[in-house]
Every structure is written in C-alpha cells, then in structure tokens.
C-alpha cells in the first residue's frame, strides 16, 4: 500500500495535482474555494514580500521576508513613519526542493525595543514599503490569537478577517500553516496571504504534520521548507532544534513541543522539555502554556490512534502534570474541543485544560463526526471554523473564549475563565 501511494503521489506530482486525502470513520464536507496570493509580475523586482515577525527573547524582534534575487539582510527602524533612526543586520538562506528553487529568505533580530510600543520599519537595503508592529506588553494583560490548521481557502480568509478585527498581541499556531503539501509555490502564497498581519504582531508557530514534506529517495529531509520559511528562536531557550523551543512574554511561559520529531524519554525533545519545565519561575511567569500539533485528547473520529498522540502522550504527560501546565493547544483534527483540566484520562483539578483549535480554515474542511456518547471530561465541542482568544488577565485570572465563524461574523461560541495552577492551593508543590 505504501509503494502504490508512492507511485500515485510521483505521478500527480508530475501532472500538477495534489494527493488525495484517504481518512477513515469520517467523511468531510466539501470544501471551498482555494486562495491564491500571486506576486508581483515583475522578475527583476525585489520588493520584499512574505514579511513576518517573531519574538526573541523579551525585548527583540526577529524580522523575516523574502525576495526574488539576492538582497542585503538589513532592517532599518525607528519608532517614528518614515524615520528610522536603528539598523541591524542578519542572515539569508535559501533551499531548493525537487524542480523548485526558493528565493532569498532574510532574518534580522532588532532591538532591544521598549514593551506595548509600536515601530516602524522596511525590509532591505534599497526604499520599500514601510511596515510597522506592536510589541507585547511587559506585564499582563496579555491577549493571545489562537488558530490552527490555517490553510489557505476562503475559510482561511474569514479566519484572519476576525483576528484582524481583535486586539491581541501574540498569534499562537498549532501546526499545519500553508497546506503547500509538496507544492513549493503555495508555501509563497500562504506567506503573502498571511503578511498583513503576520507582519504587524509576532506569530509564534510549531509544525504539523503537513510540515514534513519528504518525499522517500527523492527528497529525504524533512522540514526543508518549514525550517527555511519560519525560523523560530529556538536557540534562545537551549533548544537544538526548529521544532521545539520557549519563549518568556509578559507573565507567561510558552512552550512549543513538537508532534513530528523524536519524544521518547531518550530523545533530545524530550532532555530539552524536562530541562526547560525545571527552570520556569512561576514568580516571573505565573502562567504556562503549551502548544502540540497532535492532540493528547480527542472524542472526534478523525485522528485516532495516532502515534503521534498516544505516544507522545504517554511519554511527556507526566512532565507536564508535574509542571503545573495551565493549558495545552492542539490542532490536527479540524474542529473546536474543549476537555475540562485533565491527567491520564481522568479529571484532575490540577492537570491542564487540553483543547483542539484545528479548525483555522484548511482545504480539507470540518472533521464532523464524534465519538458518542460525550466522554465525561469533553466540555465542549462543535465542527466549525474559527480561532480562539486567550485573555491573561492577571497571574491568577485568564478568559478562554472560542470564535466560530458564522455569517461572515466571530460569534463567542465557549468561553470558560481559568484560574492558574499557582493560584491553586491544592496544587503547589
């Protein structure tokens, strides 16, 4: 089975068509109509483009873009339009992936910047178009977006409309960005589509399964675009890898594990999450957070039984519990669930809220059929499109509230408020 879906993915390769997804115990309904952001016409343009932000450590920002043909590395800024009175440099790499050859991908890390300021800044050494972002504050509250599995359809677009429209600080992604799934070109089209806010409020991202990309003998590296297109400061928390590092903002510690990489006991993920939980201080950050792409639990009938949840369950869990993780995102099955706080299967008042956020807009549409009856520790759960908002109130206090999109509107359809774990008497350790 696996040669002959070897076979059929070379030659829908070579015809320009995608592989179809096989699911089993659930069927989807259709999908709608694929995005498409082109770039300009103009093959000797160098106009930066795919431009997007990520935090390094608490008072820098890594700023990334591409363009078509070489290009200094340079980032001039200022907290002022038009006036730029900062200038850093960085690095540039491309790749290339069977026929396709990438352009030049450029990362800057500025600052130190001051905390809930906005800057303005431009891409490149020759005049371009002024871009501009809001740091996170330095303390709470903090509001973060939430949306998995994003993808690039209409669905997709409705999404991004409704976090436009919000005032948060921070997007978390889950896993699965563009669905470019072996297509080097969609990789360039989800980075415009998502430019204009990807370039204002920094996207913390870990990857999903449609990251990987390998193609056994003809191409035998994983990650080769995600790595190249994405580059997350890992370094900055000791960890080796793209795939899984944390970052400190406001009072929150987020942690960033990833589903598709090694996480027995044995690997270095899993060296590197029990070394990073150890040195969490709940003084400075009260809250902890963790994203996965592969959710730990589940009551929908996509999904199941998949290493990437049973084992990498099985394996961290525990480090979690012991950690006192507050929340655990997960994307992967397309559609909204909510568990109650919850540790090997049972509630627990000092587990942390597990919820599936895969429900971004993805052209494989809504994953609509459940386990019945309702386990006892699902709170909430419903197949539709949308995002999440996590609001930090305060060291004790944060809002959870879940989006759908519903008649071209961002309907509040769950919303639970929590209370941190440090705040929990029973649950001090």
Request: aromatic letters at 12%.
């Amino acid at each position: 089975m696996a040669a002959q879906r070897l076979g059929l993915f070379l030659v829908l390769t070579l015809l320009g068509l995608s592989l179809p997804e096989f699911s089993e115990g659930y069927k989807r309904p259709p999908a709608r109509k694929i995005l498409d952001v082109p770039s300009d016409n103009d093959p000797e343009s160098n106009s930066p483009e795919q431009v997007h932000i990520s935090l390094v450590g608490e008072d820098k920002m890594r700023i990334s873009w591409m363009t078509k043909n070489p290009s200094p590395p340079t980032v001039d800024y200022g907290t002022s339009p038009g006036s730029y009175s900062n200038s850093a440099t960085g690095s540039t790499t491309s790749y290339s992936y069977l026929l396709y050859k990438s352009g030049e991908f450029h990362y800057v890390d500025i600052g130190p910047l001051k905390p809930n300021s906005v800057y303005y800044y431009r891409c490149g050494s020759s005049p371009g178009p002024e871009f501009s972002f809001k740091t996170p504050p330095a303390a709470f509250p903090l509001t973060f977006a939430v949306a998995g599995d994003l993808g690039q359809t209409e669905w997709t677009g409705e999404t991004l409309q409704h976090i436009s429209k919000t005032a948060y600080d921070v997007l978390l992604l889950p896993g699965d960005l563009s669905y470019a799934d072996f297509k080097q070109d969609r990789w360039d089209s989800f980075g415009r589509l998502v430019q204009p806010l990807a370039s204002q409020r920094p996207w913390m991202v870990t990857e999903g399964n449609h990251e990987v990309e390998k193609i056994p003998i003809l191409h035998s590296t994983p990650f080769t675009a995600y790595n190249s297109r994405w580059r997350m400061p890992h370094e900055e928390s000791g960890s080796d890898s793209n795939l899984y590092y944390s970052f400190n903002v406001a009072g929150v510690h987020v942690i960033m594990l990833g589903s598709y990489t090694d996480f027995d006991p044995a690997s270095s993920q899993y060296k590197w999450l029990q070394a990073d939980l150890a040195k969490v201080d709940r003084g400075r950050t009260p809250w902890v957070v963790v994203i996965i792409h592969a959710p730990w639990y589940n009551s929908n009938e996509a999904h199941q039984g998949e290493p990437e949840s049973i084992e990498m369950k099985s394996s961290m869990e525990e480090l979690l519990y012991n950690g006192r993780v507050d929340l655990v995102f997960a994307g992967h099955v397309h559609a909204y669930e909510r568990f109650t706080r919850v540790y090997k299967d049972k509630a627990d008042d000092c587990g942390p809220v597990h919820i599936t956020i895969g429900d971004g807009g993805n052209r494989e549409g809504l994953a609509t059929n459940y386990i019945e009856p309702k386990p006892a520790i699902s709170m909430f759960r419903e197949a539709s499109f949308g995002h999440g908002q996590l609001q930090v109130v305060n060291g004790t206090h944060a809002l959870w509230t879940w989006h759908r999109n519903q008649d071209n509107e961002a309907v509040p359809s769950d919303n639970i408020w929590l209370t941190s774990l440090l705040a929990t008497a029973a649950c001090k350790k």
